[in-house]
């Protein structure tokens, strides 16, 4: 299984900002996710908080739950949260972070990730299909070890 954690504010999408963000929705992006997981013939499961405890919580209990990788977009934390950066780094199961927006083509503040360094990698500025790609990769690890 693979975990998709969306966080603060991507509960919004396609109801502001369609130039940044695009128009369609948190529930468009869950829907193609798990679709994406049926072609790769993995199971996905979609959560989104605006809450970084509850953040940590889904981070820390991820292989317990028997996931197997994470795709975590972790919003504004990006650029705050060691917390996070110390969740993502005291876990065994790889993480890729993605971002729909390229963070590094909009304001200095969003240029710096604390998750950056304790990822598998980063995906950003692709929109959507950041999260398949980063779904591809994972799906590549789960069934190869060589991946
Ligand atoms: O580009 C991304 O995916 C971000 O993680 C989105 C975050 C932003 O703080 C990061 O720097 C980059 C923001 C989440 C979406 O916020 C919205 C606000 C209003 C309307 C729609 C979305």
Known sequence: MILVINGPNLNLLG???PDVYGAATL???ET???NWGKELGTEVECRQSNHEGQLLEWLH???AEGATGIILNAGGYTHTSVALRDAVSG???PVI???LSNIHARESFRHHSYLAAVCLGSIVGLGFA???????????R???TRA
């Open 130 to 140: 950041g999260y398949r790609a980063a779904l591809h990769i994972l799906v590549e």
């Open 91 to 93: 876990i065994n199961i």
């Open 27 to 29: 529930s468009d992006l």
């Open 32 to 34: 193609a996710c798990e």
């Open 15 to 17: 109801q502001r900002e």
């Open 142 to 144: 789960e069934t190869d």
């Open 61 to 63: 209990g991820a292989e």
């Open 97 to 99: 972070e993605v971002h």
